[in-house]
Antibody, heavy 123, light 107 residues
């Protein structure tokens, strides 16, 4: 079964650091980009960033550039999202997803999603 | 950034009804439009990609259409399990952006 499994919920204080993970199985992990998406509880979806596990090429959404770091370890089929200094406004559910693309046509979508990791930042 | 505007923001319909959700992009995105369904407490699920292609395993009552700036998701015969929030997303250019969501409820 193709799946992405994320690390568990976290409760942190402002200023603390955090690294959450996303482990892929059932497919060739290095062959697909991984994206991260944020959802503030009760709100919509925002694209955070993405990474190519094959060479760690990364891109970030403008609201997240410099605020988070996306990384990957292809040897253990795992992508990461990390913060060096959390803020209360980082409180949200973070999803990883697999990016599915094709050379021809208009296919560029997120077909497999992790279950989400709830990050709560509160003093 | 490309803005994606969905309408309506919510709707209530009866089982068997035909339901239509629209999404308008702030500039042309060709056919790089995707639709996702999200149920409470769950991750989004891909329904439609490339404006009109049905993702594998998704019931055929779901369909998508449109190109350029205007896109539509249609549920031909609403079923109880279709309740949830639906999001459009553009994959034409980064930053990828989503619509604000349409909440679908069963009457």
């Amino acid at each position: 079964e193709v799946q992405l499994v994320q690390s568990g919920a976290e409760v942190k204080k402002p200023g603390e650091s955090l690294k959450i993970s996303c482990n892929g199985s059932g497919y060739s992990f290095s062959n697909y980009w991984i994206v991260w998406v944020r959802q503030v509880p009760g709100k919509g979806l925002e694209w955070v960033g993405l990474i190519n596990p094959a060479d760690s090429d990364t891109r970030y959404g403008p609201s997240f550039q410099g605020q988070v770091t996306v990384s990957a370890d292809k040897s253990i089929n795992t992508a990461y999202l990390q913060w060096s200094s959390l803020k209360a406004s980082d409180t949200a559910i973070y999803y990883c997803a697999r990016r599915l693309t094709a050379i021809r046509g208009f296919l560029d979508a997120f077909d497999i999603w992790g279950q989400g990791t709830l990050v709560t930042v509160s003093s | 950034d490309i803005q994606m505007t969905q309408s309506p923001s919510s709707l209530s319909a009866s089982v068997g009804d035909r339901v239509t959700i629209t999404c308008r992009a702030s500039q042309s995105i060709s056919s790089y439009s995707n639709w996702y369904q999200q149920k409470p407490g769950k991750a989004p699920k891909l329904l439609i990609y490339g404006a009109s292609s049905l993702q594998s395993g998704v019931p055929s009552r779901f369909s998508g259409s449109g190109s350029g700036t205007d896109f539509t998701l249609t549920i031909s015969s609403l079923q109880p399990e279709d309740c949830g929030t639906y999001y459009c997303q553009q994959a034409h250019s980064k930053p990828w952006t989503f619509g604000q969501g349409t909440k679908v409820e069963i009457k």
